[in-house]
């Protein structure tokens, strides 16, 4: 039976500048929200084994290094494109060399077709590709086990996910609660306003029934217009 092999990702420069990063709270990229698609992209990613591909993942060549680049985006929450991917492995400059671009985006057409790599969707026309790995364990097409983040970095990046998911539920529940008490106070004001009119309608006003009700429409309709401007 062939050995197997052990690939462990040995970027320690990344490493350390991740954990430097989670550790002041700095990321190197602008803040954004997640998509629920990306976010379970994520989770399926954290979630995975060994994926199975069709093409060689050897360190130090350019679909290995690629593929550590794309990983130390992803230990981080995002999914970059190339210019991202290239400015990070290689420099500004080389982000401004169109054939050097194209080069990389050939490689990475060749890693989605080897089962490594995920080419997500644009959002606009005019944006670039984005990438993302199908996992962080492969076996290559050389029965060669490869691990591109150690247990650590997982585990800090399902911590930070974790994080992301809840500060983001916060205004959906908060907007949830707002809506709530819309609908509530309209069937109020609604409900308050028809007492009235079937009040008026009577021959004889009784003011037991008009005071309260229109009491109650004026208030919650103050209310409403209150909840509808934090809204």
């Known amino acids: 039976m062939e050995t197997v092999e052990i690939i462990h990702c040995r970027n320690r420069s990344i490493f350390i500048l991740f954990q430097l990063k989670l550790l002041k709270g700095v990321n190197s990229l602008s803040p954004r929200v997640l ?9 399926e ?3 995975s084994d060994y994926i199975i591909c069709s093409l060689r993942l ?3 060549e350019y679909q290995y290094s690629l593929a550590e680049a794309i990983v130390s985006f992803q230990l981080e929450l995002h999914f970059p494109d190339v210019k991202d991917i290239t400015k990070r492995l290689f420099g500004v400059e080389r982000t401004n060399d169109v054939k050097f671009i194209r080069k990389i985006q050939t490689i990475l057409k060749k890693m989605e077709k ?4 995920k080419i997500l969707p644009k959002k606009d026309p ?3 590709q984005r990438y993302s790995l199908l996992s962080f364990k492969f076996q ?10 150690t247990d650590q970095q997982i585990e800090q990046m399902k911590n930070l996910l974790h994080s992301v998911i809840r500060q983001q539920e916060k205004p959906k529940a908060r907007l949830n609660r707002i809506k709530t008490k819309i609908y509530i106070l309209i069937l109020i004001v609604i409900a308050s306003y028809a007492a009235i009119l079937w009040d008026l309608l009577q021959p004889t006003i009784n003011p037991i029934i008009f005071i309260p009700a ?3 429409a004026v208030t919650c309709s103050l209310m409403l217009g209150n909840l509808l401007s934090q809204k």
């Open 114 to 117: 080897g089962n490594v790599v």
């Open 35 to 43: 998509a629920l698609s990306e976010i379970q992209l994520l989770q």
């Open 126 to 128: 005019w944006e670039l």
């Open 140 to 149: 290559d097409v050389n029965n060669n086990l490869v691990i591109l983040a």
């Open 45 to 47: 990613i954290l979630s």
């Open 58 to 60: 050897r360190e130090g």
């Open 214 to 216: 229109f009491s109650i």
